[in-house]
């Protein structure tokens, strides 16, 4: 027998902006339904790095950035758990002068958006992380980014959100969704549920699932290779990253560095990925290189996941133009640990007010309008 559920928002992925926006609804009294293949949490939203920085984002996301990152020194009281939140502040090397030209540009234009970063030279930064290899030549300090478990986050909102009343649906693929003339109706494994807004929060299955009401986007994979080492003494005091991207380092409070780069291994149909040894091994190297003192240090684990990525590399982020009531938040590329309480309460203020005081403009699906549409039934048989 198939479950009906009548709810006024549901919600399709259980990631952290999935679930943020479940809490933020409920607080305005709507009753939700979170439709998560997996488990809340398991997706990009717990894969990643963990870093929550303002510093080297898209200029157009940085209004957001920064709204979010007043959420995060309240984020554990919101939700009853520690989520190891810390305020390292971040740092981005550069191993160039031009490396140190671009550090430069981005500070000047970061200011236009109140984000006050710091230039330090190679003497201050060999000064504070004396550790550093010799290739650094300078770096710019953002100090009021930081890091957070990003295992932790998720499930959180998500206990929270069940906590408040809204209904978590975990290992309930989303199989068909359609308008109706009084919202949505919804299919899902042993489930049908009916609901006058829909959020497509399906993250790299995002663009499937606007794909099915006539909004072709080009989301593709994005699998980080990541490692952690065993405990160490706590030596890593920021949160690194480097121009060019390709390698970021921070120590947790256990002491585990967790580094990455490059990408693992990917399985489209499933939305599954895997690091490769190729990928660990040249990210074990390019590590090596900034923080020549991890040579002795054992890797316990790798791990990867499975993100979708725009061209752009920002967002979709905000209400259809095919379909009133729907509302869209994928393709964060990589880079949406730290948007994600954000983006909660912007999707609850789209449903409840329909618009946001946050710019979202840069972010709207149209921008994407004159691609070829996917053919009905390559959307039909789309699990989300």
């Known amino acids: 027998m198939v479950e009906r559920l009548d709810v006024d928002v549901a919600i399709v992925g259980g990631g952290t902006a999935a679930c943020a926006a479940a809490v933020a609804l409920r607080g305005h009294g709507l009753t939700v339904a979170v439709l998560e293949k997996r488990r809340c949490g398991a997706g990009a939203s717990g894969v990643n790095f963990g870093g929550v920085r303002q510093q080297g984002r898209d200029l157009r996301e940085l209004p957001l950035a920064r709204r979010s990152r007043t959420l ?3 984020l554990s009281a919101l ?6 939140f810390e305020v390292s502040g971040h740092i981005k090397l550069a191993r160039s002068e031009a490396d140190l030209a671009d550090l430069e540009a981005y500070r000047l ?5 109140g984000l006050e970063l710091t230039m330090l030279g190679a003497n201050a930064v060999h000064a504070e992380l004396p550790w550093l290899g010799e290739k650094v030549l300078g770096a710019s300090l953002s100090p009021t980014d930081g890091q957070a478990n990003p295992r932790v986050v998720g499930p959180a909102y998500a206990r929270l959100a069940r906590r408040l009343g809204a209904e978590i649906r975990e290992f309930t693929p989303v199989t068909g969704a359609v ?11 042993g489930l049908t549920v009916t609901a006058r807004h829909l959020i497509n929060a399906a993250g790299a299955g995002g663009g499937l699932l606007a794909t099915a009401f006539g909004e ?3 989301v593709t994979p994005l699998s980080p290779n990541m490692l952690v080492t065993e405990p160490l003494p706590y030596f890593i005091s920021r949160s690194i990253g480097v121009c060019g991207g390709d390698v970021y380092i921070r120590q947790t409070r256990r ?3 967790i580094f990455g780069g490059g990408h693992g291994w990917q399985d489209v149909e499933l939305g599954f990925g895997r690091p490769t040894a190729e990928q ?4 074990m190297r390019r590590t090596l290189q900034l923080v020549p003192s991890l040579a002795q240090a054992n890797v316990i684990r790798t791990w990867s996941g499975f993100d979708g990525q725009m061209p752009d590399h920002i967002p979709v982020i905000g209400p259809s133009a095919t379909t009133p009531g729907l509302i869209h938040a994928f393709g964060f590329s990589g880079h949406g640990f730290q948007l994600g309480p954000v983006i909660g309460l912007i999707l609850a203020e789209l449903v409840t007010d329909g618009r946001t005081p946050s710019p ?10 004159d691609m070829p549409t996917a053919t009905s039934a390559e959307a039909a048989h789309t699990e989300h």
């Open 109 to 113: 234009a970061a200011q236009e958006y």
């Open 79 to 84: 939700l009853g758990e520690d989520v190891e």
């Open 179 to 189: 308008a109706t003339g009084r919202g949505f109706e919804i299919e899902a494994q």
């Open 360 to 369: 979202i403009e840069p972010f709207a699906i149209t921008r994407f309008r």
């Open 72 to 74: 995060w020194d309240g």
């Open 280 to 283: 660990s091994l040249d990210g």
């Open 216 to 218: 072709t986007v080009p």
């Open 255 to 257: 002491g585990n560095a």
